[in-house]
């Protein structure tokens, strides 16, 4: 089974930066497109940032310009530069992998979760 763990969240005041990482182990395929979903409380989660292989990339209109998502595939790791940070930018942060067989699907993994606060 594939597992995603997360680091790099915190309390940070309105205008700073925090740098998310997440790292996929224990993958016996290939991980394809992988992401950064938040979700805060009362509300759904929703899509921030999506990555694939070759590296395009894909951000909710409400990050873009200030968060910058990457990958480098010889680990299975996501970052996630989050810049400009604003108090509704709070909410937990969860990885997201999917491991594929060449074109096949075989599961969708999540991480943890870990919690970015943006107050003063």
């Known amino acids: 089974q594939v597992q995603l763990v997360e680091s790099g969240g915190g309390l940070v005041q309105p205008g700073g930066s925090l740098r998310l990482s997440c790292a996929a182990s224990g993958s016996r395929f290939s991980i394809s497109d992988m992401g950064w979903y938040r979700q805060a409380p009362g509300k759904q989660r929703e899509l921030i940032a999506a990555i694939t292989r070759d590296g395009s990339t894909n951000y909710a209109d409400s990050v873009k310009g200030r968060f910058t998502i990457s990958r480098v595939n010889a680990n299975n790791t996501v970052y996630l530069q989050m810049n400009s940070l604003k108090p509704e930018d709070t909410s937990v942060y969860y990885c997201?992998?999917?491991?594929?067989?060449?074109?096949?699907?075989?599961?969708?993994?999540w991480g943890q979760g870990t919690q970015v606060t943006v107050s003063s």
């Open positions: 997201h992998a999917r491991e594929v067989l060449v074109t096949i699907r075989l599961g969708d993994y």
